[in-house]
């Protein structure tokens, strides 16, 4: 059974950083597309940033803005990401997903497999 288990989270204030971790397992991780995406109250889904199963990488609006970064570590079956200069409007749920032989896509119905979340609460 494939399970994706987010950590990381939490209450944090404007301008702190945080790193969410995603750990897998029964998948082989080494083949898989790993994205985080985010959704915020009220709001869909949004992509954040995915990273391909040879870690060429996706970047969505913050990760271009080079406040968010996806990195792997297949060694340990666990995708990261790395947040600093957090805002407001960074509150949201965050979840990680994974895409069997994908590219690192921005479109959530083409993972596969997805964690519960994590909950980044970002006050001003």
């Known amino acids: 059974q494939v399970q994706l288990v987010e950590s990381g989270g939490g209450l944090v204030q404007t301008g702190d950083s945080l790193r969410l971790s995603c750990t897998a397992s029964?998948?082989?991780?080494?083949?898989?597309?790993m994205g985080w995406f985010r959704q915020a109250p009220g709001k869909e889904r949004e992509f954040v940033a995915a990273?391909?199963?040879?870690?060429?990488?996706?970047n969505g609006a913050d990760s271009r803005e080079g406040r968010f970064a996806i990195s792997r570590d297949n060694a340990k079956n666990t995708v990261y990401l790395q947040m600093h200069s957090l805002k407001p409007e960074d509150t949201a749920v965050y979840y990680c997903a994974a895409d069997i032989g994908g590219r690192g896509s921005s479109i959530p119905s083409e993972y596969e497999h997805w964690g519960q979340g994590t909950q980044v609460t970002v006050s001003s």
């Open positions: 990273i391909s199963w040879i870690g060429g990488r996706t």
């Open positions: 029964g998948l082989t991780f080494s083949h898989y597309a």
